[in-house]
């Protein structure tokens, strides 16, 4: 995401280029000289917790469920816990797990785990991630048994695999680019691992033969072009917008639009934490990346906008927010219209936020589970509807796509997934403080509002440090935790409800000296778009 600074050429900028990205390991300039320290920051810098974390687990305990392909993989526990982690472990046996896919309990690893990636990071920088494994607090987790069949089970025949994608090789700066560039290079090829989800084509651990950043499916989710490419990319993206969107899942300006799924996640837990120099140093790379078309115009159907059979459907349910035009609500709805991750190639982020709706996130209103008052047909058809309406153009939803999201979406919203857990513990003991579950607990839906309207100053005046978002979506998980087997929600729907509620708590804590709100109806709820 930036242009390319070239050096002068020859033996000794090539040697001064490699002495700042190497022999002073990446990111050593930014003062954090203690090792533990360092390694902390790489570790949050690869988002290791997000594969070895288990939902409501302990940090790095693992037994994540990595769905894959061919199973399952029960992640492996990395602290240094002697009986059930890395605690009989030396370096030597990190190092040759980290980067070179074999691990002294298992054998091979499957690339699942981005060792092809891995390989790629310094000594140095492998170092300090092991000393901050090492001191993180011991957990006793055993691993479970992972669900992988026959043939799949049979890890010495990733030796094929190997053989024919895993080059062990650490990273190479570039003579001709900037020291900003290489920098943004060796984090974006190594511990970023962008391509594991960016590639087109999937060759699992494999960044060379994969059609590298134009976009492709992870996890049921569609991880968008990155390549400079003006109309599917980041092209028409400016370097700040793209910054910003890494930091916050969302950009200023004209770029509409919102992080969800695995990169909501993975900007929560690591590209927010990132130091602002190491974005912008990430941008710069990926500017240089040859630009690339996801789909061709050859691949869009033609799309009839005003007999569409979507149209009726997005009207009905999505316009009272997303506006007729498709424009949104300025600093609460994000536009659709020109919104890069509702054109991507395939649809799967789009079907599945509309299944799934979204939490409160960087100022903007919580979307409801919409997709779950809707059939499948009428989700696939408004789908392409907004994907090839105000200027917009995307290929059509195909095949069984709509509903295989449906089955895969696992929300609180949806009421698919189990209540979430208030992740600040400032403003749990406030919420515990308050009673704030307990006034929740039987509440009327007509009396959402004025209920919101005591909590939510009592709430804001509590010293927690929470921000907005914060407040919003530990609201919704409160009201979760005490109203989903309440059966007076059943009507009209507890996605409708929960959704609801989640609104009108944005309305009050985004506009607490209001004593009364527009709360929509089940059919029309307010809506947030990726």
Excluded at 97 to 119: C, E, M, Q
Excluded at 205 to 211: D, K, L, T, V
Excluded at 212 to 220: A, H, K, L, S, Y
Excluded at 423 to 428: A, N, P, V, Y
């Amino acid at each position: 995401m930036k242009r390319t600074n070239a050096l002068p050429s020859g033996w000794a900028s090539a040697s001064l280029l490699t002495a700042m990205v190497l022999a002073g390991p990446a990111l050593a300039q930014d003062g954090l000289s203690d090792a533990i320290e360092r390694g902390k920051y790489l570790v949050t810098m690869g988002d290791c917790a997000a594969c070895h974390t288990a939902p409501g687990g302990k940090y790095l305990a693992g037994n994540y469920a990595l769905a894959m392909p061919f199973g399952v993989i029960m992640t492996p526990n990395l602290t240094p816990d002697k009986e059930t982690g890395l605690g009989n472990w030396n370096y030597d046996d990190f190092e040759k797990a980290f980067r070179h896919g074999y691990s002294k309990n298992v054998g091979y690893l499957y690339p699942a785990f981005p060792f092809g990636w891995f390989t790629k990071v310094t000594d140095d920088d492998t170092k300090a991630i092991w000393a901050y494994l090492q001191s993180v607090p011991a957990v006793n987790e055993k691993r479970q048994e992972s669900q992988i069949p026959f043939p799949f089970s049979v890890r010495t025949a990733l030796v094929t695999w190997r053989t024919a994608f895993f080059t062990e090789e650490r990273f190479k700066p570039d003579p001709n680019a900037s020291a900003e560039v290489n920098r943004g290079a060796y984090l974006v090829e190594g511990l970023g691992h962008c391509a594991m989800c960016h590639n087109e084509n999937k060759l699992v651990g494999n960044s060379s033969f994969a059609g590298r950043f134009g976009g492709g499916v992870i996890d049921g989710w569609y991880a968008p072009n990155i390549t400079p490419d003006g109309h599917q990319g980041i092209g028409a993206w400016t370097d700040e917008q793209v910054v910003t969107y890494l930091k916050t899942g969302t950009a200023p300006g004209d770029r509409p639009g919102v992080a969800a799924g695995p990169m909501r996640q993975t900007i929560m837990e690591s590209l927010s934490k990132v130091k602002e120099e190491d974005l912008k140093a990430m941008v710069a790379y990926l500017r240089t990346v040859p630009a690339k078309q996801t789909y061709k115009p050859k691949d869009l159907a033609v799309f009839d906008t005003a007999n569409a059979p979507g149209a009726s459907t997005y009207l009905t349910y999505c316009s009272s927010c997303h506006q007729p035009d498709g424009k949104g609500i300025e600093g609460a709805v994000p536009n659709l219209a020109g919104n890069t991750s509702v054109m991507s190639d395939g649809p799967e982020t789009v079907l599945r936020v509309i299944y799934g709706g979204l939490a409160a996130q960087s100022g903007l209103a919580p979307m409801v589970a919409i997709g779950q008052q809707m059939t499948d047909v009428e989700v696939k058809n408004v789908t392409d509807y907004i994907r090839n309406s105000w200027g917009n153009k995307a290929p059509p939803v195909t095949g069984n796509k709509a509903s295989e999201a449906r089955a895969a979406t696992r929300t609180m919203l949806a009421g698919t997934a189990p209540c979430a857990e208030i992740e600040q513990d400032k403003l749990k003991a406030a919420f515990d403080q308050i009673g704030v579950q307990n006034t929740l607990k039987g509440l009327k839906q007509q009396d959402f509002v004025p209920t919101l309207v005591r909590l939510v100053p009592q709430i804001k005046g509590a010293a927690t440090g929470a921000n907005d978002d914060d407040v919003v979506n530990a609201l919704t998980t409160a009201f979760c935790k005490v109203g989903r087997d309440d059966p007076q929600y059943a009507s009209p729907s507890w996605p409708a409800v929960i959704g609801t509620f989640a609104n009108v708590a944005y309305s009050q804590v985004k506009n607490p000296e209001k004593q009364a709100v527009n709360v929509p109806t089940a059919i029309t709820p307010p809506t947030q778009k990726p």
